[in-house]
């Protein structure tokens, strides 16, 4: 099983002083973390795009070709791209890019976006926020298969037998469907073939076993290789050498972004008492020590047979050293014993 490391790049006043990083000074720790996370031999680093204050990443695929010349062998991928509200031409071409910088070690993880800003900010109506992604993502994939490409569709102007250029590194670039419990979305990939990551934020993982039943059974029955079903389960967490010290440094950034969103969106605001129900075995949030964390994935693993898993840290904005401490965690504790587990599990 891979194992890597999701972010939005937050960028949110510390809940305890309510002091903010310089943009540029967040976007160097960002350097170090995907650094520190290849040099700790972990799998994939995802990063997600946004259009508002809160988080400073708007453009995936600029930082992760930064990041490319500074890493060797980490997976590098957006986490996820907008692709709703963007133009499958440029981000394709963009990730090219990053596959040739890197040699062959981009992904794209596609998604409809659970965030709305990018849409008026480009010119699309909400109204389309399905169709979009479905023509989008449709063009992308033809994209992917083809050097040369004539299409027509609803959303974008037609091309007519028009090279696509750079190429990538890789024969075709690795585009993974994210998605965040809707049944057409897991159906979509599923039936595309496509790898499928699954967010999970809330309420008790087991509760979408249905949806990741129902991409199995939907890849199967459209022919696709089972061999080369590949399933990601997306999880916020965090580790520290003692549990404590984990559930009490995560808390306050975690309740501050939580509580934030909830206003926006109608939940209610994170307490004390829902975080650690949360934070239990069978719970949504991987906060703890290494051993916790380490059986929280293997409990998901049972459920779900995910063959990547990946975990979203920095949900609020949390001193770097002690960030960095998590990372090198779940490099070097983690996803060695997970590895290990998860081998002898299937031998």
């Not at 480009?122 to 298969?145: Q, R, W």
């Amino acid at each position: 099983m891979e194992i890597g490391i999701t972010t939005f790049v937050e960028n949110t006043p510390d809940p305890y002083t309510g002091k903010m990083l310089r943009p540029e000074e967040r976007m160097q720790n960002l350097m170090e973390e995907i650094e520190l996370a290849d040099q700790v031999g972990l799998d994939v680093f995802a990063i997600g795009e946004h259009h508002r204050p809160d988080y400073i990443v708007s453009s995936p695929a600029v930082v992760l070709a930064a990041a490319a010349v500074k890493t060797k062998n980490i997976r590098l991928s957006s986490g996820v791209t907008v692709l709703s509200s963007d133009d499958p031409v440029r981000v394709f071409q963009d990730f090219a890019h990053v596959d040739l910088l890197s040699k062959g070690r981009a992904e794209i993880m596609a998604g409809r976006g659970s965030f709305i800003e990018s849409f008026p900010l480009f010119g699309n109506d909400l109204k389309d926020y399905d169709t979009l992604f479905s023509e989008k993502l449709e063009l992308l994939i033809a994209l992917n298969k083809s050097e040369k490409i004539t299409w027509e569709g609803k959303h974008r102007p037609a091309i007519d037998n028009r090279g696509v250029y750079p190429r990538p590194f890789q024969q075709e670039l690795p585009i993974w469907v994210a998605v965040g419990g809707t049944p057409q979305s897991v159906v979509r990939a599923a039936t595309h073939g496509l790898p499928m990551a699954l967010a999970i934020i809330g309420g008790e993982p087991e509760r979408f076993v249905p949806f990741t039943n129902l991409y199995k059974e939907t890849y199967n029955k459209a022919g696709h290789d089972p061999a080369k079903m590949q399933l990601a389960i997306n999880s916020h967490g965090f580790i520290a050498d003692d549990a404590q010290k984990a559930a009490d440094a995560y808390y306050g950034p975690y309740a501050y972004v939580m509580s934030k969103l909830g206003r926006e969106r109608g939940w209610s605001p994170m307490n004390r008492e829902h975080y650690e129900a949360m934070r239990a075995p069978k719970g949504s949030l991987l906060v703890g020590s290494p051993q916790q964390v380490i059986d929280k994935i293997l409990y998901e693993h049972e459920l779900f047979g995910n063959t990547r898993f990946l975990l979203h840290i920095s949900v609020g904005t949390l001193p770097h050293d002690i960030l960095m401490r998590a990372i090198e965690l779940l490099g070097t504790v983690v996803a060695p014993a997970v590895k290990k587990a998860v081998a002898k599990a299937s031998s």
